[in-house]
């Protein structure tokens, strides 16, 4: 009995075709271009997108230059029907490994420049209010209140009130209350004379007659 190998180096030939053909790839990101538009917008954008984050510069009016994070969602949903922007976007297959660099990459930087950042505010607000405590006496109010009252924000500060406030609110809760008891009290009434009414009717009978 004769053992033919054919069929197996045919199995093998497809197996290695198949293998050929599979992409050596397995993941990707997505490249951004958002097209220019009117005002703010009249000049083009880009941005990187892994997944559901997306990466891209900005221009703010201190100056600077920051990297911005934002949901997939959230990034189309600015530019693209808030500012009505086209979006290009460009698939790019790439290994795990580079893939993975690359989000760390833009990760770390951005959570490198938003600790910097916000260090950068608090050492503004630091000088702000140092400012205020050295020429206070001798500097016009006008002057300094204009940062102060921007920069040092007390959160919650809108729970407390000047006396005369505080009396001219208590004035308007006991009015608000005074009418509420007499609302309830005209309620309570009219159903207890509906009531009444009710009962004292007569009685129809039939069998009068």
Known sequence: MRFSLKPVFINTAFIALFLCSAPVSAASFEYLYVEANEGNSSGGHSAIQFGDETYHYQHHDSGLIRLLRQDKPEFYFLYRFLQNRRIHLSHIEVSDE????????????????????????????????????????????????????????????????????????????????????????????????????????????????
């Open 98 to 209: 580079t893939f993975n660099m690359l989000k760390e990459h833009f990760k770390l930087q951005f959570l490198a420049q938003d600790q910097q950042f916000k260090q950068l505010n608090d050492l503004h607000k630091d000088r702000v209010l140092l400012r205020r405590l050295l020429y206070k006496l001798s500097a016009d109010d006008a002057f300094l209140d204009a940062d102060f009252s921007v920069v040092l924000q007390l959160k919650g500060a809108g729970l407390f009130y000047a006396e005369q406030e505080l009396d001219s609110q208590k004035k308007d809760e006991n009015i608000r209350n005074v009418k509420g008891v007499q609302s309830q009290f005209a309620e309570e009434n009219r159903a207890t004379l509906w009531s009444r009414l009710s009962d004292a009717s007569p009685e129809t009978n039939h069998n009068r007659y």
